[in-house]
């Protein structure tokens, strides 16, 4: 019991002396004796709202390229590279190999009756070509001049081929050389005329045009018994409309070409003159060689073997314009 109430008085004294020192405190007096104590938040109604989070500025994180919007401007088109015009490949000239076959004997498809053949009458139309029809006839002509020894070779290779054609003849080769072209029509070929002297005849009056054409018909006719009418192929291919007319008057036609084997060229071989002789292979054509370049041999050799495998047939010129 005595314990209890002297734990209650020391209780008392201490809670006297704390107020004593709140007193002394407030009223400026000796320096007050404070205590820790806790610190309490005013008391109010109202809740005191917490700090509102502000995000910071959104700013884009960086990136190489930006995402494009899918309302972006309009995509541009890629323009499409260049491209490169197909232009055909040119194709060479072929070779005398690939055009001109290897030289062989070979047969026309259509036979042709021997010599005379029925000529037409002269006029003035200057012949270039003849029928183009379904008989794929070929005129392969030779205008005479040069060493025998070439024409004696080219008769041996029309023999080979059964090939038969006009020879135009000059006059004074004729004269010269009277054996050889009797030998041209024991063979079994027809003769045109070619002047007698081979000159210009658009620099000859018609009168003169006229004396050569009959000078070199008396020296053939009589050698042969074979006349050059009605076919003339002027020298160098020039003619004007008086040497047609005068020529026409004295019972010759005109006759030009329409492809040349080029033979004459300082530089033409077998092989060029073959392929270009190819070149114009067509029905009707004729075409113009001469007996002065040996390389003409062999070139006629491949290009008749080369014409009768694609089913053509070398005929002479009266032959050729019977359809005329």
């Known amino acids: 019991m005595r314990y209890l109430t002297l734990l209650l008085f020391l ?50 994180a960086p990136s190489s390229s930006p995402t494009p919007s899918a ?53 003035t139309n200057v012949i270039h070509h003849g029928p183009r029809d379904q008989r794929q006839f070929i005129h392969l002509s030779f205008d005479v001049e040069g060493h ?22 000059v006059g004074s080769w004729a004269e010269a050389n009277s054996a050889w072209l009797s030998e041209i029509a024991r ?44 076919w003339l192929r002027p020298p160098y291919g020039g003619y004007s409309e008086e040497t047609v007319q005068a020529a026409s008057t004295a019972g010759w036609t005109t006759v030009m070409w329409s492809g040349h084997g080029l033979d004459t060229n300082p530089d033409a071989d077998e092989r060029t003159i073959c392929n ?16 002065s370049n040996p390389a003409v041999v062999t070139a006629v050799d491949r290009f008749i073997t080369e014409m009768h495998t694609q089913g053509y047939t070398f005929v002479p010129l009266s032959v050729l314009m019977a359809g005329n």
């Open 11 to 60: 209780g008392f004294i201490t809670a006297a002396c704390t107020q004593t020192a709140h007193l002394e405190a407030a009223s400026g007096g000796a320096t007050a004796v404070t205590f820790p104590t806790a610190t309490h938040q005013p008391a109010t109604d109202t809740a005191v709202p917490l700090p509102r989070f502000t995000p910071p500025p959104a700013t884009a």
């Open 71 to 123: 309302t972006a401007t309009t995509r541009q088109t890629q323009t499409p590279l260049p491209t490169a015009a197909l232009t055909p490949t040119p194709t060479s000239t072929p070779t005398l190999f690939e055009a001109c076959r290897p030289a062989a004997a070979t047969v026309p498809h259509l036979t042709i009756a021997p010599v005379p053949w029925s000529r037409p009458s002269a006029g």
């Open 148 to 169: 025998a020894s070439v024409l004696s070779a080219l008769l041996n290779v029309l023999d080979k081929h059964q090939v038969k054609t006009t020879m135009f003849i």
């Open 187 to 230: 063979r079994g070929h027809e003769f045109g005329n070619h002047s007698y002297s081979h000159t210009h005849l658009r620099q000859l009056t018609p009168e003169q045009v006229q004396a050569e054409l009959q000078q070199t018909e008396t020296i053939v006719l009589n050698l042969t018994g074979q006349s050059t009418k009605p």
């Open 276 to 291: 270009t002789l190819v070149q114009y292979a067509e029905p009707g054509a004729i075409l113009l060689l001469h007996t």
